[in-house]
Structures are given as structure tokens and as C-alpha cells.
């Protein structure tokens, strides 16, 4: 895609090596009596493709448990690996399993996210259900060309009445994009589209 970062970084790290560096991190600011409130996997790149993945995760809990038994583990994920059972596992393990599902149809997403290979929003909403609701949805809002904010908003909130995530988190743009054209939404927009869904008792996060 257009994203130039990290393309010449081609190594997953295994989990060994992050264990390893994962406790010699948290060993260090124990020591030093740095308090830590949250661990999350975020960042470039998607975590869960990491073959290592649930090993990576059961090896953060157990370190957080070991150094830091009050902090939350937080994974945010496209939600495209949750077909994998192992994957799925892995998610229930943390405290935050953040999914990501920026648009109700496969048009939309095709335009928002450019996602390479086979990418169907049902799939990725079926799957998100075998989490029965325990999850945080995140969806990022934006104005642009090929965008209809009311039949995008229309569908995107049937699908969290579907869901019924414990949390839905909204936010924008809040940097240059490489598509021009791109404009980001105010706070008191973003919370007026989802008025509907704040009325009906969800819990929902808005960043501008």
C-alpha cells in the first residue's frame, strides 16, 4: 500500500525474543519504580499474523502477573485472524481485545482500508461474535469522496447492534493521509452520529 514504513523490516520477532525483552523491560521499571497501567500490542504491522502470536500472549500475561499483576493487556487487531482458532484463544486471554472494523460493506472497506487478498466484512463480523459481546469495537470516522455518511452510518451501527460490544471506541483522522481529499470529522460530529447508539445505553469512547 501506500504506508513506507517499516518495508524493509521483514522479521517477525519470536516469542523468546519477546519474552525476553518483554521481562527485562518490566523487570527494569519495577526496579526503578516506574508504575505501569497498560501493556498493549499496537503499533505498524498486524500482531496477529506473528505465528507466535498466542505464545506471545500467554508469555504478556504471565509476565504482567509476574511484575505488574494490575495492569491491563491490550491487543488492537484488525479482527482478519480471528477465523484461526488459536488466534481467537489468544484474544480471550487479554484484557482488551481491540477489533477493528472501519465499514459495513466490502465496497467501503476496499476504499478505506485497501485490504490485500480475500477480505469480507461478514466474515470478519461473524467471527467477531464468537466473542459474545466481551470485545471493544474501534472504527475510525472520515469524510471523502465515495463516502455517504448517513448509509455508512446507517449500516455500520446495525452491525454494532449486532455485535453488542462491551465498549465501541470512534476516533478520526489525526494525521496527513496519503489519499487526498480525506477529512476528518469534529468530536461533537462523530457524537452526533452516534447519538442513536449512545440513547440505547451503549458505551462509546469518541476521540477527535
Known amino acids: 500500500g501506500w504506508n513506507k514504513d517499516g518495508r524493509d523490516d521483514r522479521k517477525l520477532p519470536s516469542a523468546v525474543e519477546v519474552r525476553n525483552a518483554l521481562d527485562s523491560k518490566l523487570a527494569g521499571c519495577l526496579a ?8 498493549k500490542f499496537s503499533g505498524d504491522g498486524e500482531p496477529t499474523i506473528n505465528p507466535d502470536f498466542p505464545q506471545i500472549v500467554r508469555d504478556t500475561v504471565a ?11 491490550s491487543v488492537l487487531t484488525n479482527a482478519t485472524m480471528l477465523g484461526n482458532d488459536a488466534v481467537f484463544e489468544a484474544l480471550r486471554l487479554v484484557d482488551n481485545p481491540i477489533l477493528k472494523l472501519d465499514a459495513p460493506t466490502d465496497e467501503l ?4 482500508n485497501h485490504p ?3 477480505y469480507h466484512v461478514e466474515d470478519v463480523v461473524r467471527n467477531m461474535a464468537r466473542f459474545e459481546g466481551d470485545f471493544v469495537l474501534q472504527t475510525m470516522f472520515l469524510k471523502g469522496d465515495g463516502f455517504a455518511t448517513g448509509d455508512w452510518v446507517d449500516g455500520w451501527m446495525e452491525l454494532v447492534r449486532r455485535l453488542r ?5 470512534v476516533y478520526t483522522i489525526d494525521r496527513e493521509t496519503a489519499q487526498q481529499g480525506l477529512e476528518k ?3 461533537e460530529k462523530m457524537r452526533e452520529l452516534v447519538a442513536p447508539l449512545l440513547a440505547e445505553g451503549f458505551k462509546i469512547q469518541i476521540k477527535g
Not at 32 to 39: K, N
Not at 63 to 73: E, F, H, I, N, T
Not at 165 to 169: F, G, S, T
Request: contains cysteine; hydrophobic residues 40%.
Open 109 to 112: 472497506v476496499a476504499c478505506i
Open 165 to 169: 460490544p462491551r465498549e465501541v471506541m
Open 63 to 73: 509476565l504482567r502477573d509476574k511484575y505488574y499483576p494490575g495492569a491491563v493487556v
Open 32 to 39: 526503578a519504580g516506574t508504575p505501569i497501567d497498560s501493556i
Open 185 to 187: 470529522f469534529s468530536e
Open 116 to 118: 490485500q487478498g480475500a
